[in-house]
């Protein structure tokens, strides 16, 4: 008997809650929850901010991703980005069903991130 197939994970680390720059990736991959449903993937946000920023920033925004609190930077820190001054560099990691790399990108200092549709079309390069 074959096992399941596990979800693809989208890890997107961002700096601050409440930001213009962080404020419009999340929304950005909120709005497009059903691109990663689709493709099978589970989205999580990660920033240093403690869970009570993290839950007002989640409900004033609607997001639909849970967004986890890395106050200490110990996960930046095990994935390589964390920065001086601002906790840690804006980052996607796309992790496959066997807990594996699939895909990165890590910007140097600045306000880019991959768009939702950019992430999708990684995932669908991913294989049972």
């Known amino acids: 008997m074959r096992a399941a197939r596990q979800a693809a994970l989208v890890l997107a680390f961002y700096p601050g809650d409440d930001t213009p ?12 929850m059903a691109r990663f449903q689709f493709a099978g993937a589970t989205v999580w946000g990660i920033s240093p901010q403690g869970l009570d920023s993290h839950e007002k920033f989640a409900r004033d925004r ?10 200490e930077r110990v996960v930046a820190k095990s994935f ?3 920065a001086p001054l601002i906790g840690l560099r804006r980052s ?3 992790i496959n069903g066997h807990g594996r790399l699939h895909w990165k990108h890590v910007a140097a200092p600045g306000a ?8 999708s079309t990684h995932l669908a390069g991913l294989t049972g």
């Open 21 to 32: 720059v962080c404020t419009a990736q999340l929304c950005s991959y909120s709005d497009g």
């Open 112 to 119: 880019t991130y991959p768009l939702a549709v950019t992430l």
């Open 92 to 94: 996607v990691f796309i």
């Open 80 to 82: 390589g980005i964390s």
């Open 62 to 71: 609607g997001l639909r991703m849970p967004l986890l609190s890395d106050e």
